[in-house]
């Protein structure tokens, strides 16, 4: 089982639209959580960390429920520019420093 | 925020050569910082951890001969992809952990071309 999963997508969504991505963990130890964008063939920028409580930055809100082993992000209001590929990270240091990657969700806005 | 830098960005060689990818913190100090490869419609995938003044650990099946890691100083970590193959053509970035741990910082990666 992968450490890290995500739904691929794509999802292509209007302009406005609210989306939402999920991302699954296996190890329940993992002690950080982040959600990266990723935009084609540049490297991923971080977008937020995610915290137990939640937390929301303008238009976009993630959630963590580590009971369930997941985290959530939803963009409002859509922009063409939030186009890009979204990357669920995972971090524990049970042995080291370790950071797991999703494979990404892709998301295209649609004008 | 913090900026990582990577050099080159984009290289083409010829089989058989070694070509060699430069990372920098500009404006911190990172004790650890990580190699990945991306391919192309994947995600990254994790080939080492880079530690300022020790050995690199290696995840498994990246062949430490080939994919030499040096860390010699607090800004710089290299990867020198030794006697490169089509099949290593692919998207190198690194990343460095910044002063709050749990955070990577990543450069802007180097596309390797190998002919």
């Known amino acids: 089982r992968k450490e890290v999963e995500q739904d691929p997508g794509p999802f292509n969504v209007p302009e406005g639209a609210t989306v939402a991505f999920n991302c699954t963990y296996s190890n329940s130890a993992s002690q950080s959580f982040f959600w990266y964008r990723q935009d084609c063939r540049k490297e991923p920028k971080l977008l937020m960390s995610?915290?137990?409580s939640g937390n929301e930055d303008g238009r976009f809100t993630a959630q963590l429920n580590r009971a369930s082993q997941y985290i959530s992000l939803l963009i409002r209001d859509s922009k063409l520019s939030d186009s890009a590929t979204y990357l669920c990270v995972v971090n524990f240091m049970n042995t080291g420093n370790q950071f797991y990657f999703g494979t990404g969700t892709s998301l295209t806005v649609i004008p | 925020g913090a900026v990582v830098s990577q050099h080159p960005s984009w290289v083409i060689c010829k089989s058989g050569t070694s070509v060699k990818i430069e990372c920098r913190s500009l404006?911190?100090?990172?004790?650890?910082m990580f190699w990945y490869r991306q391919f192309p419609k994947q995600s990254l995938m994790l080939m080492a951890t880079s530690n300022e003044g020790s050995k690199a650990t290696y995840e498994q099946g990246v062949e430490k001969d080939k994919f030499l890691i040096n860390h010699a100083s607090l800004t710089l970590s290299t990867l020198t992809v030794t006697s490169a193959h089509p099949e290593d053509s692919s998207f190198y970035i690194c990343?460095?952990?910044?002063?709050?741990?749990?955070?990577?910082?990543f450069g802007p990666g180097t596309r390797l071309t190998v002919t």
């Open positions: 404006d911190f100090q990172a004790t650890t």
């Open positions: 995610v915290y137990s």
């Open positions: 990343s460095a952990l910044g002063a709050r741990r749990y955070e990577q910082y």
